[in-house]
């Protein structure tokens, strides 16, 4: 899950700038996404993402950890994508309820990442998702994910990355 986790603390420290929304509001007269969404967040996040994935394939060849799930750059690509996009779609839904940037949705703040990322897997590598996450590994999942997406929220807002500790 690693490149899925890591696109979003990633996307905190460098996001910026241009919001994907360039701006423009819904019908309903709310921001689309907002200007937590921004371009720079996604493409950083992204990378990131991709980046320790790549780190796993290598350490897979090179100390032939096959305790782990393999990675393969499809994988990678799309634990990493999925994570933000699930992000971005859960921004959509969090306007449309009336909730500013920033303001605390509970469960759907916390698995967006999980969700984003298993249904583009599910879209285009069921091969993949099916063979590495089995349903023990997706009760860890879901276990895991609240603790770290806590921890980490509660560190960038000590660490003044991030304006809330949620
Ligand atoms: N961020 C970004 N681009 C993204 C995702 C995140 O630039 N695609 C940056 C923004 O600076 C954002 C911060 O990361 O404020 C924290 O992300 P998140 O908690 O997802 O955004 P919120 O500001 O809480 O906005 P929302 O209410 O829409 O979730
Ligand atoms: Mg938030």
Same mark, same amino acid.
């Given at each position: 899950?690693?490149?899925?986790?890591?696109?979003?603390?990633?996307?905190?420290?460098?996001?910026?700038?241009?919001?994907?929304?360039?701006?423009?509001?819904?019908?309903?007269?709310?921001?689309?996404?907002?200007?937590?969404?921004?371009?720079?967040?996604?493409?950083?996040?992204?990378?990131?993402?991709?980046?320790?994935?790549?780190?796993?394939?290598?350490?897979?060849?090179?100390?032939?950890?096959?305790? *782990?799930?393999?990675?393969?750059? +499809?994988?990678?690509? $799309?634990?990493?994508?999925?994570?933000? @996009? #699930?992000? =971005?779609? &859960?921004?959509?839904?969090?306007?449309?309820?009336?909730?500013?940037?920033?303001?605390?949705?509970?469960?759907?703040?916390?698995?967006?990442?999980?969700?984003?990322?298993?249904?583009?897997?599910?879209?285009?590598?069921?091969?993949?998702?099916?063979?590495?996450?089995?349903?023990?590994? *997706?009760?860890?999942?879901?276990? +895991?994910?609240?603790? $770290?997406?806590?921890?980490?929220?509660? @560190? #960038?807002? =000590?660490? &003044?990355?991030?304006?809330?500790?949620?």
């Amino acid at each position: 899950m690693l490149p899925a986790y890591l696109p979003n603390p990633v996307a905190a420290l460098c996001g910026g700038g241009l919001p994907v929304d360039l701006g423009h509001n819904y019908s309903d007269g709310r921001r689309v996404f907002g200007d937590g969404k921004t371009y720079r967040g996604l493409a950083a996040g992204i990378l990131a993402g991709i980046l320790i994935g790549l780190v796993q394939i290598w350490s897979q060849g090179r100390f032939g950890w096959d305790f *782990l799930p393999e990675q393969t750059m +499809l994988s990678i690509t $799309l634990l990493a994508t999925g994570a933000l @996009l #699930g992000d =971005l779609v &859960k921004s959509f839904f969090k306007r449309r309820f009336g909730k500013e940037r920033g303001a605390k949705w509970p469960v759907a703040d916390m698995y967006d990442l999980v969700l984003g990322a298993l249904v583009l897997l599910l879209i285009f590598d069921p091969g993949w998702l099916f063979a590495t996450v089995t349903l023990p590994v *997706l009760i860890v999942i879901l276990i +895991l994910t609240p603790v $770290l997406h806590r921890a980490m929220n509660i @560190l #960038g807002y =000590l660490i &003044k990355v991030k304006e809330v500790p949620w």
